[in-house]
């Protein structure tokens, strides 16, 4: 058995550490003893992009963003599925994982984060959600283990019901919401009803047709939706 080795460490904003470690020509990104993402397990990261593609159908000059860069398996897939004139903005809140990208698991990456189409942005994805005004036509969030703050706690605030009316307000009519997560959260998928979502939960697993069961909201803003219902519970 080839052993594990320790490549970096980094500390998350607010608290907390991410590990990366190699086994031969796989990686792991840890948080105490949580496996974040692994690049054998990629099947659940790839169909957040993929299924969230496939419901916005065509659309010219797409704008996606993306929370979390990871081990980029959303990105590559959503640069597969969009077209030429498509933007994908990615943000990244610990600028070691931005390092790690370009550093020791470049190969992984290959040329994405070189394609015309990507924005990468340092810092908070909340930032850029509260930013926008339906800027964009679907935000895919992998930042954490599921719809709560287990790497940081500040993450809870996408999560809440103010952080989804900032989402909502931040996609276009008939935009998507997906949000990434290792388990299901029942109440999350009625916060996100609350908020004005039509709400479609997809479950994924790990590796194709093998591996746990990953769990895709897929939360879309009415076509026509202008302002959201106001936050409560």
Known sequence: MIPWILLDTAPVPDGGELRLKRRGDEFSIMAGATELMNSR????????????????????AARLLI?????GFTLRAALGEVGADAQIVVAELVPAV??????????????????????????????????????YDAILLDVDNGPGGLTRAANDGLYGPAGLGAAR??????????VWSSAPDSGFTSRLRRAGFAVEE???RAHGKSGARHVIWLAAKPAGAARAPRPHG
Not at 107 to 132: M, N, T, Y
Not at 169 to 178: C, F, I
């Open 41 to 60: 397990l990629s099947g659940s990261e790839k169909a957040l992009a993929t299924l969230v593609c496939a419901r916005l159908g065509p659309r010219p």
């Open 67 to 71: 929370g979390g860069l990871g081990m």
């Open 98 to 135: 931005i390092a790690w990208a370009r550093g020791p698991m470049a190969d992984i990456f290959g040329d994405s984060l070189a394609d015309p189409r990507v924005a990468l942005f340092e810092g908070d994805v909340a930032g850029l959600i509260g930013a926008g005004r339906a800027a």
């Open 169 to 178: 307000a931040a996609l276009r009519p008939g935009g998507v919401l997906a």
């Open 202 to 204: 997809a479950r994924v």
